[in-house]
């Protein structure tokens, strides 16, 4: 009986799950193509121009930076957080793990304003002292993202590689390998789909982020020339409008989570297929 009614109980909360994103999915889509229809779906999804009290709703600066800030911020947080997770698993001295560890779990759980805070206060003073511009910019919301997304890589790496069995390791050796070569060329590739759904969550991370990006990025909704110039990204474009959006604005602000959770669709689906093919 109690496991009749545990199951019952998993069973529920897993509905649930679905539920609610089965309902986040309804609102969006409900609210959002309507504006898509009104404004045009070509003028919405190809138009340069941003600017409510004029009826121009052409979101491809946003669709622009958010693309740039995520390329930039994988850039910078994916070798790091990989080579993190293998020097974790087969380089670390244990006194050193039992310091650094806890340090990355912590750093999952700052808020993001936090994050704003330090990119205000180091990274743009930074960029500005080092590079041209004021510091609002592409490199600078990159290297902050690149930053917070590195326990979100590392943690699900680690474990990846960790899962990989020893004997991997150990017959590299036997083949005449070095230690390096061995983790790099034997346990990497057998940990392979772990990091890349390790990486999907990052690049999940980097593209939905809002707060810190608000700080940082200078919400210019234009395509920038340069990675000194700052920019729009679709999540900041939501938070900073959404408070005073009525009527079709608000309804375009709504269109712009449709576009941002089908740009996350497609990045899924695409390492999903890298994943199948590499398997294949």
Known sequence: MKEKIMEKLFLATACMSILAVALICFFLFAN??????????????????????????????????????????????????????????????????????????????VPSVVYGFFGMMVLIPMVRNMFTGNGYSVLTASLLLGIMILPTIIGPSEASIRAVPESYYQGSLALGASHERSVFFAVLPAAKSGVMAAVVLGIGRAIGETMAVVMVAGNQARIPDSIFKGTATLTTGIVLEMAEAVDLHREALIALGVVLFVMILLINFVFAWMKNRGNS
């Open 32 to 109: 959002g193509l309507p504006a898509i229809a009104k404004i045009g779906p070509l003028e919405f999804l190809f138009g340069f121009d941003w600017a409510p009290l004029n009826d121009k709703f052409g979101i491809v600066p946003m669709i622009v930076g958010s693309i740039y800030v995520t390329i930039g911020a994988i850039l910078i947080g994916v070798p790091i957080g990989v080579l993190t997770a293998i020097f974790l698993v087969w380089f670390c001295p244990k006194n050193v793990y039992k310091a650094v560890k806890p340090v990355i779990d912590l750093m999952a759980g």
